[in-house]
């Protein structure tokens, strides 16, 4: 299993990951520059979006560091993970053998993630907000310091934290604040997850998925001109 062997120890092997694109361009892999000491990671949870499939795999290099890598988590994995059910194992491994309508499915999904992102971001910066637009990450990230004075005078929030409690508090908008991910307390980011705003039911979120234009469905617009909405008045001034 040089190369290939699995996180867990009942994994036999894996695929190798394919190269990650941001809007169409190469993103370079840690492999590429350095593979004699780069170990990959991946879960049918982040690979296919499955939460609650505890089925992850690693891919060490092969290289004697990658071998005494592997031979050491596999150790530790035998002591702290127990064997995933069969049924399990073999969903993996057709997830993992890239079957095609699984390759659609996640074209799509990314499609539909990034519309919404994009059209997110759109209204945080036409709100006042400094954000840069989403280019592979899952969250939206807006920045409010420009409008800290207005925010200040008005609401009283001087902390991210702050902000996210009168943002849930006032307007029923659930955000995380910056500083619960390492960000300086006083600046005031915020972290926005947006599949939310897909659709209501599964009706609405296939129909979403499947769209040209997923931003341009009537609730998923609604959403937004609703999110618009509930910004301008948090940032008006007195």
């Not at 947006?194 to 234009?213: C, K, Q, T």
Request: proline residues 9%; aromatic residues 8%; charged residues 25%.
């Amino acid at each position: 299993m040089r190369g290939r062997a699995g996180a867990r120890p009942h994994h036999r092997g894996r695929r190798d990951l394919p190269r990650p694109r941001v809007r169409g361009r190469d993103v370079p892999l840690p492999s590429a520059w350095a593979p004699e000491r780069t170990v990959s990671t991946t879960s049918l949870s982040k690979n296919y979006a499955l939460g609650g499939w505890r089925i992850g795999a690693a891919r060490f290099p092969d290289s004697p560091l990658g071998e005494r890598l592997r031979e050491s988590v596999r150790g530790t994995a035998s002591e702290l993970w127990s064997s995933t059910p069969m049924p399990m194992q073999h969903a993996a491994a057709y997830a993992w053998s890239d079957p095609q309508e699984l390759v659609d499915r996640v074209a799509l999904a990314r499609r539909l993630h990034g519309s919404v992102a994009n059209a997110v971001a759109e209204v945080f910066a036409g709100a006042g907000c400094e954000v840069m637009p989403p280019q592979g990450g899952f969250y939206v990230w807006p920045d409010f310091g420009p409008l800290r004075a207005s925010l200040a005078a008005r609401w009283g929030v001087a902390t991210s934290a702050d902000l996210a409690e009168v943002l849930l508090e006032r307007f029923g908008v659930v955000v995380l604040p910056g500083s619960a991910f390492g960000d300086d307390p006083e600046a005031l980011t915020v972290r926005v997850a947006v599949p939310g705003l897909y659709g209501e039911n599964d009706s609405e979120r296939l129909a979403a998925l499947v769209s040209d234009e997923p931003a341009s469905m009537p609730w998923i617009g609604d959403a937004l001109e609703g999110l618009a909405q509930k910004l301008r008045t948090l940032t008006a001034p007195e």
